[in-house]
């Protein structure tokens, strides 16, 4: 890592009044950069909170939307220009129009990775690690469509017994986990803990020890005796872990398990975001609106 470029970006950053976030997964330098790492709406809830007044958001797309619902107020930056999401794309507005007319009177619970405009036309909001609660909370004589992650939507439906309508979207980084690559990992290590996101499919899920977002495998780690553990997600959260928990050992469970999008982001593109203030994510006022009445709705049920 360049002392020069570090430099410059806490220069930059002092000068613009701006934030750092980083998401889990992005690379170890721009990790170590960030003023907050952590789960994408996790990190947008803590920038809403600052005095700044411009939000680096170093992740995908849709995070950086929802910064701009949260922090209207600031100017929201994403490095990497098409740092995009493919889950979050496989439904957008008209879609699920659609799908709401088939299942009049149903509730839409959109899983935090989705566009704005999913959010706004969505009735609550969820993450990997509230989806359990915010389901359970909801009228048992309601129908339930869950958008876009049929892998984490099958997960809810499975742990809260609620037959959920689901959109057939994944995560193309979760699904390259195969249950054959956690079966190799326990031959490799067999003392492991293994840790599995519930974006993975149900075969890989059946094959874990604990299914956890990314922030709830943090702290289970910390918190754990156990002293190793294979990690069935995006591999970027490597770095936190072993950094966190540096006489502990942790392991990929597969060296496919790797967003591209997450690693469009380099620190010489936070650089030039702060010199340039490139580039602007905005979400239309009619829009955000919407879509932060589906996140209040959410952290009414789970604060």
């Not at 701006?18 to 947008?44: E, K, M, R």
């Not at 920038?47 to 849709?62: L, N, P, Q, S, Y």
């Not at 689901?166 to 193309?172: A, I, R, V």
């Amino acid at each position: 890592m360049s002392p020069e470029i570090i430099e410059k970006i806490r220069t930059l950053k002092k000068q613009r009044k701006a934030v750092i976030l980083a998401h889990n997964y992005q690379p170890g330098p721009i990790q170590d950069i960030a003023d907050f790492t952590g789960d994408s709406l996790g990190l947008s809830i803590e920038a809403a909170k600052t005095d700044a007044e411009v939000i680096v958001f170093c992740g995908v797309r849709f995070m950086a939307e929802t910064a701009a619902v949260l922090s209207p107020d600031k100017t929201v930056l994403l490095p990497a220009q098409d740092a995009g999401c493919p889950m979050a794309d496989m439904i957008d507005a008209t879609q699920l129009r659609q799908l709401k007319a088939q299942y009049p009177g149903a509730l839409v619970v959109c899983y935090v990775n989705s566009t704005a405009e999913v959010k706004a036309l969505s009735d609550y909001c969820c993450t990997s690690s509230n989806a359990l609660q915010l389901v359970r909370s909801l009228p048992e004589d309601r129908d339930i469509i869950f958008v876009p992650d049929k892998n984490l939507g099958g997960f809810v439906a499975e742990k809260t017994g609620r037959p959920l309508i689901l959109w057939p979207g994944y995560c193309s980084t979760h699904v390259c986990i195969l249950p054959e690559d956690v079966i190799m990992a326990r031959r490799e290590h067999p003392a492991a803990v293994v840790l599995a996101h519930p974006e993975c499919t149900p075969q890989v899920r059946a094959a874990a020890d604990e299914l956890l977002s990314t922030g709830q495998m943090l702290k289970f780690a910390k918190a754990s005796s156990a002293q190793e553990f294979i990690i069935a997600t995006e591999k970027g959260i490597l770095h936190t872990l072993r950094k966190e928990n540096p006489d502990k050992r942790f392991y990929a469970v597969s060296q496919k398990a790797v967003c591209p999008n997450m690693k469009k982001i380099t620190l010489e593109k936070v650089v030039w975001a702060l010199e340039d203030m490139q580039y602007q994510i905005t979400v239309p006022a009619s829009i955000r609106a919407e879509a932060k009445k589906a996140l209040d709705r959410m952290l009414e049920v789970t604060p």
